[in-house]
């Protein structure tokens, strides 16, 4: 037993995570494991269900995760509730996490068929029926439905809260790909509005303090982070929850989708979410002059002078820092003397030749205009936009005119 466990090393390979995974499933399942040893094992359990080795431009580890949701189905089978009732906080956050975060949608149905099956025999999971009505095979297996609808629903129960909220800020959101580190920061402003207080105190800082990392992934995710939780906590949530929902739904059966959205629990929840959602917690808990707001309003001035926006992952973190306005510009924050700025800011983007940062550049030019330019125009942004006519219809570099004209098309 004690050479099993030198198989869960860090520096073993993923092989060795997966081999002695399934070796403690097979104890278990037979109960040849002990019941005080349990104890040693659970720990190790809780790091092989998040289990994820980067390697560049994938990672590995899918198969170790899938087999730790065997060893912990194997557990609920072998032992009594009795045995079980210490580890039962450890183990049903982490299954709750792996059900709706996973990237593989084989994790994610293994994760709520071991959830399922501890619910059934140890009968101490906390809302472990409720649970179960909205997070099932069917509506696990489309991610932007598990991140975005489904944790939402989860989110309600203040036992899996916080692990859902510190999962999604410091392990999704510097995941390897672009995809779902958006994608978890989409389901961080669906869940904030439960918990404001927390996720300001706990959470926000960090990714304040993350917003200059070294590492590009860990940065681009910190300010996607900031930008999305800005905008689930000024009451907006529901914005960029229904665009993302509809773009999911799109190669979805009629079929499928009324699986998805068949729930028994679902129109009391709808009834608190739309409560909790629409409320803005950024004036009760970040007032003007507060550190954490003045930080905020800091990060892209930072990032411009650290020239992050230079060399490798300059594209990606002026995509970012777009995003950043825009969530800025939808929470209403009072900006003053940092307008022109932000302007100027978008100005540099609507003028770069990638398209897809023109396009992040318009959107967030379009809710900068309907919160700050609706009324009278500062002088010096009047200017500027003056100046961006003539270009816009003659000028030779053909990304200046069509970004100068995509802007023109939002404008207010």
């Not at 770069?352 to 700050?372: D, G, K, L, W």
């Amino acid at each position: 037993m004690e050479q099993l466990g030198d198989l869960f090393d860090d520096n073993e390979t993923d092989s060795s995570w997966h081999g002695a995974c399934l070796c403690l499933a097979e104890l278990c399942r037979r109960s040849l494991l002990l019941p005080e040893r349990i104890e040693k094992f659970v720990p190790i359990l809780d790091k092989a269900l998040v289990y994820d080795v980067n390697k560049g431009t994938h990672s590995v580890g899918s198969h170790v995760r899938d087999a730790a949701c065997y060893v912990v189905w194997s557990f609920a089978r072998a032992y009594p509730p009795h045995i079980m009732k210490p580890y039962v906080h450890t183990l049903s956050t982490q299954l709750i996490v792996e059900s709706l975060f996973d990237r593989e949608v084989n994790c994610r149905r293994a994760a709520s068929a071991t959830f399922q099956e501890c619910v059934g025999r140890q009968g101490n999971f906390p809302h472990g029926i409720e649970i179960l009505t909205e997070a099932d095979y069917f509506t696990l297996s489309n991610r932007v439905n598990a991140y975005i609808n489904v944790s939402c629903f989860v989110a309600q129960y203040p036992e899996y809260f916080p692990s859902m909220v510190q999962h999604l800020a410091f392990i999704k959101l510097r995941h390897w790909e672009p995809a779902i580190r958006e994608l978890a920061a989409q389901s961080l402003a669906s869940i904030s509005s439960f918990n404001p207080a927390y996720v300001i105190q706990e959470v926000l800082p960090k990714l304040v303090e993350a917003c200059l990392d070294k590492a590009l992934h860990v940065r681009h995710g910190a300010i996607m982070g900031v930008a999305e939780i800005l905008v689930g906590l000024s009451g907006n949530a529901s914005l960029n929850k229904r665009d993302t929902l509809d773009k999911a739904f799109k190669s979805l059966s009629l079929k499928e989708i009324q699986l998805i959205a068949d729930s028994d629990y679902r129109s009391k929840f709808l009834e608190l979410y739309n409560k909790v959602s629409t409320k803005d917690y950024l004036v009760e808990l970040m007032g003007e002059g507060t550190p954490i707001r003045t930080s905020v309003k800091e990060i892209i001035r930072n990032v411009d002078k650290q020239r992050l926006y230079r060399g490798k992952g300059g594209e990606i973190m002026r995509g970012g820092v777009c995003h950043l306005i825009k969530a800025m510009s939808i929470a209403k924050l009072t900006l003053d003397s940092d307008l022109s700025y932000l302007f100027e800011q978008l100005l540099e983007n609507f003028k770069h030749p990638n398209s897809e940062i023109q396009e992040e550049a318009t959107r967030a030019f379009e809710a900068f205009c309907a919160t700050y330019l609706s009324g009278e125009l500062d002088p010096k942004i009047l200017g500027e936009i003056r100046k961006m006519l003539k270009p816009s219809s003659v000028d030779e570099n053909v990304a200046l005119t069509r970004g100068y004209n995509m802007a023109f098309g939002v404008m207010s």
